[in-house]
């Protein structure tokens, strides 16, 4: 990522706040999950609805005896109930994706994994706090959609940040790693002139 690139994100996201922004604090970049890990677990909610109504079909067409004015209630409520706990378990998918989210500023990478409908872990780390960052790449799909993990190593209380399934990881990496270097070299600059 170039300087013209960093300055472009800089503009993107002016208008972008979170909880415990710092006042002369710029985010570089706003990243979720690849849209193709939601579209997989998109995929297990429409075969679940495909069951309901291949259930409902073999249930009218081969056990119509079963059908009376009660049997058509159970089957009714049945269906409805199955398809409420997939409409759930959609919700929870796209709040697990939406709200799973790494965000890179100037000064810190802030980690804000959603766990469930009712928990959030928010960590944060200082770039000049990073040890290591790597990335990887696993299977065809990752690999020709260029998708992948972010491991962040550092010494503080979270030893490890993990930034699952991003787009465009290698390009994460080099941007961390220039603010990393960014950040060290003006820590030094600042000791030095003291």
């Known amino acids: 990522m170039t300087a013209k690139d960093i300055i472009k994100n800089r503009r993107k996201y002016r208008n972008y706040d979170f909880k ?6 710029d985010i570089i970049m706003i990243i979720r999950r690849h849209w193709l890990t939601f579209i997989f677990q998109f995929i297990l909610i429409v075969v679940g609805f495909v069951f ?3 259930m409902h079909f073999v249930i009218t067409e081969f ?3 079963i059908l009376t004015e009660q ?3 159970i089957l009714f409520f049945v269906e409805t109930f199955l398809a409420m706990i997939l409409w ?3 919700f929870i998918f796209w709040i697990d994706y939406y709200f799973d989210v790494w965000i890179i500023t100037d000064h810190r990478i802030v980690d804000i994994e959603q766990l469930g409908l009712f928990k959030r872990n928010v960590s ?4 000049s706090k990073i040890q290591d ?3 990887e790449i696993h299977g065809i799909l990752p690999t020709l959609l260029k998708y992948g993990f972010v491991y962040v190593q550092t010494a503080g209380k979270k030893t490890r940040f993990i930034f699952k399934e991003v787009p465009r990881p290698m390009m994460i990496r080099k941007m961390i790693l220039q603010l990393q270097q960014k950040m060290i070299n003006k820590k030094s600059g600042n000791q030095k002139s003291e």
């Open 124 to 127: 944060e780390l200082e770039h």
């Open 71 to 73: 049997g058509q209630s």
């Open 20 to 25: 415990d922004k710092k006042k002369n604090e």
């Open 88 to 90: 759930l378990i959609a």
């Open 52 to 54: 309901i109504f291949v």
């Open 63 to 65: 056990m119509p005896e």
């Open 133 to 135: 960052v790597t990335t």
